[in-house]
């Protein structure tokens, strides 16, 4: 699926399903700032160093 | 008892609940112990009942206090909240995970999207959303860069009524903002 449809098809969810997502990239959210991976940035190529474990 | 349930709620304990849902009917409850008046949904969770869901830190209550001798205080908020499970964080209670910010409206604008929100409901639980003319003028006026993002989401995908927002812009004094913005963003879009 193209990711324009997809955009389009996440828009048309009810409510509740849009949630459900919230909450699963809430968990996502949560689950990377546990492991010690945030702060280092993916979009950019990922060549930023990992800036929690210094020092 | 009302005390007994909103602890079961902000727990989750023994009940299916999702986060948001439980959090929602813990919400309700204070509104009907009266703790809080008319409340609605704002913010990136609000603009979530229109748009594409979207990663976001917290969830925002717009919500009217009951006004105790000239005073408003989200106090008696917190302290019933902390005492059912709640963590408090920096200006957010934590419910069930879910950061929660509690805005009493400090304008016109937001008093005017609470009184107006749209009722909905989530996994069964009645609440209000503000409507997305109104999401898209607050973001408007806060300007950062993330709540124009959030108003060109509204324009692009056809979410918001252009009449209204032309409305409400005007009577809240946001229509040259409006036009600031469309000749940055929306300049050369018919």
């Known amino acids: 699926m193209s990711k324009p449809k997809l955009k389009a098809r996440m828009r048309s969810l009810s409510f509740d399903e849009k949630i459900k997502i919230l909450e699963k990239l809430r968990d996502r959210s949560r689950a990377i700032a546990a492991s010690g991976l945030r702060g280092k940035s993916v979009k950019d190529g990922g060549t930023k160093a990992i800036k929690k474990n210094r020092g | ?190």
Request: glycine fraction near 10%.
């Open chain 2, 1 to 190: 008892m009302p005390l007994g349930h909103l602890h079961g709620l902000v727990h989750n304990a023994g009940r299916e609940n999702t986060p948001v849902k439980a959090t929602l009917e813990a919400i309700n409850q204070m509104q009907t112990d009266g703790l809080i008046g008319k409340y609605a949904i704002g913010g990136a969770v609000g603009a979530t009942f229109y748009l594409e869901p979207a990663a976001t830190v917290d969830l925002d209550i717009f919500v009217m206090l009951p006004s105790a001798g000239g005073l408003l205080t989200l106090a008696p908020v917190y302290a019933y909240l902390k005492a059912h499970g709640g963590v408090e964080q920096d200006e957010y209670i934590v419910l069930d995970g879910w950061p929660v910010q509690f805005l009493p409206p400090g304008s016109d604008l937001e008093m005017e999207a609470i009184e107006k929100a749209v009722a909905t409901e989530l996994e069964g639980v009645s609440t209000r959303v503000m409507t997305p003319e109104h999401l898209a003028a607050i973001a408007l006026r806060t300007g950062r860069a993330k709540d124009h993002n959030r108003v060109l989401q509204f324009v692009e995908h056809d979410a918001i009524d252009g009449r209204k927002l032309q409305i409400i812009l005007a009577r809240h004094g946001l229509t040259s903002k409006w036009k600031q913005f469309e000749q940055k963003y929306l300049a050369g879009n018919s």
